[in-house]
């Protein structure tokens, strides 16, 4: 069974940055894209950005010119460099991974903490 791991998560300041990062154990065939999720006590589970096999990313409103995804479809590896960082982008961020075959993979998450 292939898992995805993500890593980079921690406490930062406000206006800090972080990397996540989001790794399979195993390859992963035909995706059609990689993305990142959000989940905050008490809210719903958040999309936060999307990159395509084609390399087309998208972001919610709120993180846009903040964040960055990239990733590389054939090492099945997606990261998501988080700049500016406020108190309101703390979460259990998740990495998610969707094949054309509509076949999805989570990972386990990792917490971003903003505070001062």
């Known amino acids: 069974q292939v898992q995805l791991v993500e890593s980079g998560g921690g406490l930062v300041q406000p206006g800090g940055s972080l990397r996540l990062s989001c790794i399979s154990s195993?390859?992963?065939?035909?995706?059609?894209?990689m993305a990142w999720y959000r989940q905050a006590p008490g809210k719903q589970r958040e999309l936060v950005a999307t990159?395509?096999?084609?390399?087309?990313?998208n972001y919610t409103d709120s993180v846009k010119g903040r964040f960055t995804i990239s990733g590389d479809n054939a090492k099945n590896t997606v990261y998501l460099q988080m700049n500016s960082l406020k108190p309101e982008d703390s979460a259990v961020y998740y990495c998610?991974?969707?094949?054309?075959?509509?076949?999805?993979?989570w990972g386990q998450g990792t917490q971003v903490t903003v505070s001062s």
């Open positions: 990159i395509s096999s084609g390399n087309t990313t």
């Open positions: 195993g390859r992963i065939l035909n995706i059609y894209y």
């Open positions: 998610n991974q969707r094949t054309y075959r509509g076949l999805g993979y």
